[in-house]
C-alpha cells in the first residue's frame, strides 16, 4: 500500500510551513504531497495567517522539491473557470516535470464563498458545472498540439481554443471522489484514474467502490484500470502516552481516532491499514497530518507504519 500526505492548510499553515512538511514527505519515502482546497478554516481553530491558494501553493512546491507527486483533495469546480484551470495544472505539471496529479470536486462549503465573493451554486447546476469542467479540462489537455478544442455545454462554451498548454503528462492523473450513489461514479468511470473517498467507514467505502466498479463495467472499462483510495485522520504514536500527546494537541479524543481514522502504535496502525486493504480493496491511503508542526510524526509513520505494509 501506498501511503502519502494530506494537509488541510486552511487551518493554519504558511506556504513555509507547506514545505517543510512536502520536503519531509519527500525525504522520508512518502508517495505524495496533497493539500486541500479551500477558503475559509473549519471550526473553532484562528486559521492564521489565513488561507493559501492551493495551485499556487503547488507551483512552488513543484521548483523546491524533486521527487514527490502533488495535488489536490480536492480543487473545487466553484472557485475557476475550466479553462484557466486547465492551465494553471498543465503549467505545475510542466514546472514539477510531471508530478502533477489532479483532483476536482464540485464544491460543497457555502461560507467559504460568502467570505470571498464566489457564487455558490444550487447541488445540482454546481455537479453539472463540475461534470462539463472534467470534460473540457480533459478535452483541452488530450487535443493534439495544433488542433483546436470547442465545447459548447449548458454552463460553459468554448470556440477554437488552441488548447496550450500542454502538461508533461499524458494522461494527467485525475482525482474523482464522493458518497454520490449514480452520477459520482459513472463519472469516475468516464474521467477518472483514482477514485477517492474522504473519511468513510470500511463498510460505505466498499459500496462505493462496488457501484464505480459497476458504472466502470458498464461503460467498458476494466474497473481494475481505477485505483481506489481513502483519506483517514493519522495520530501515532510510538506508545499511549505519545498517541494521546498527539490526539490532544489536534483536539481530538483518542478512542474517536481508533474508531474514525489511524491511531494507535505504528503495529496497530499498519494492522487497520492493512484490514482497510483487505475489506475494500484500497492501495493507497491519504494521511491527514493535522498537526503540520510535528514533523516528527510523518517520520515515525513513514520509518514505521510504511515497511509493514510493503508487498
Known amino acids: 500500500m501506498e501511503l502519502r ?9 504558511s506556504y513555509d510551513d507547506l514545505l517543510r512538511v512536502a520536503r519531509t514527505a519527500e525525504d522520508a519515502g512518502y508517495g505524495a504531497f496533497f493539500r486541500s482546497d479551500h477558503y475559509l478554516k473549519m471550526g473553532s481553530v484562528d486559521g492564521l495567517p489565513g488561507p493559501t491558494d492551493a495551485w499556487i501553493t503547488l507551483a512552488g512546491l513543484a521548483r523546491e522539491t524533486e521527487t514527490i507527486r502533488l495535488g489536490t483533495l480536492v480543487t473545487a469546480a466553484t472557485f475557476r473557470h475550466p479553462g484557466p484551470l486547465a492551465i494553471s495544472v498543465a503549467q505545475v505539471d510542466r514546472m514539477s516535470g510531471g508530478r502533477v496529479e489532479f483532483g476536482l470536486g464540485s464544491g460543497w462549503f457555502e461560507e467559504e464563498h460568502t467570505a470571498y465573493g ?18 473540457i479540462i480533459t478535452g483541452l489537455w488530450g487535443t493534439p498540439v495544433g488542433e483546436t ?6 454552463h460553459y462554451t468554448l470556440v477554437d481554443s488552441p488548447a496550450l498548454p500542454k502538461p508533461v503528462q ?5 482525482v474523482v471522489g464522493g458518497t454520490g450513489a449514480k452520477r459520482t461514479p459513472a463519472l469516475a ?21 462496488e457501484r464505480v466498479d459497476a458504472a466502470c463495467r458498464a461503460i467498458g472499462r476494466d474497473p481494475a484500470t481505477m485505483t ?11 506508545d499511549d502516552a505519545e498517541v494521546a500527546r498527539r490526539a490532544s494537541a489536534i483536539g481530538r479524543d483518542v478512542s474517536e481516532l481508533k474508531e474514525n ?18 475489506e475494500t480493496g484500497i492501495s493507497r491511503a491519504y494521511l491527514q497530518f493535522l498537526d503540520l508542526s510535528d ?17
Open 170 to 174: 499524458s494522461p494527467v492523473p485525475v
Open 189 to 209: 468511470a468516464k474521467h477518472a484514474t483514482e477514485f477517492n473517498l474522504p473519511f468513510p467507514t470500511a463498510e460505505l467505502a466498499a459500496k462505493q467502490f
Open 5 to 13: 500526505i494530506f494537509t488541510e492548510p486552511q487551518q493554519g499553515a
Open 295 to 311: 514533523l516528527d510524526h510523518l517520520e515515525l509513520v513513514a520509518a514505521e507504519v510504511a515497511p509493514r505494509l510493503r508487498g
Open 261 to 278: 481514522g489511524l491511531a494507535g502504535t505504528p503495529a496497530e496502525v499498519a494492522e487497520r491499514l492493512a484490514r482497510w486493504r483487505s
Open 118 to 135: 464566489l457564487r455558490f451554486p444550487p447541488l445540482g447546476e454546481r455537479f453539472e458545472r463540475y461534470e462539463e469542467q472534467l470534460e
Open 149 to 154: 478544442y470547442s465545447f459548447d455545454g449548458k
Open 228 to 238: 481506489r483510495s481513502v483519506a483517514l485522520v493519522a495520530c501515532v504514536g510510538r
